[in-house]
């Protein structure tokens, strides 16, 4: 009896130490699968997080990169402005600013030399110890039957002019005699 009785109470014993370890192994379970879901959660909430926070970042990043390249294009486009601009500008050298148009060569001579500076004026140069306009009277002093070729040409167009002149006046003189009609061509009026 109490073999049987001990037995018993053993066997008791292990169905409710069974039942214990199987009621810890469901409990256990259970708090397994609710850490487990709660861990995803967390790891899931961090992981939204974390992509935010990235995409932020990135987002700026991306933002920051278009300001900047932006920048730099305009930049860029003013630069070109500013380099066409100072391209466009005409820059004279020392030598053309020391030099004279022939403009101001021709008030700078006296004023029976202008035709013979017309003939050279493109042989004419200034150098760094005289100007066009000396250069030219001295160019004269050592040519100066060149000059007076140039300034006789000058003279005989001249007079070739005022005799064209004076003969169209004549001719309209004389047309307007012979419309008259009563006076020759070599009566006087008075």
Known sequence: MIRERCRSDRLALRERIA??????REESKEIEAGEIVGARTACGAHRADARRTSMDA???A????????????????????NRAKAQSRTRSTAAERRGESDDEVRGNISPEL???FERIKRHIKATPL?????????????HPDEVFHAIEEKAEAAIRDFEEQERAAL???????RA???RGADDVPF
């Open 19 to 24: 039942a214990l370890r199987s009621q810890a």
């Open 58 to 60: 990135v987002d700026e």
């Open 62 to 81: 991306q933002a920051a990169y278009e300001s900047e390249r932006s920048y730099w294009k305009d930049l860029r486009r003013i630069e070109r402005g």
């Open 114 to 116: 202008p035709p013979a």
């Open 130 to 142: 005289m100007s066009r306009t000396e250069a030219f009277l001295h160019w004269a002093e050592e």
């Open 171 to 177: 001719q309209g003189v004389r047309r307007r005699s």
């Open 180 to 182: 008259s009609g009563s």
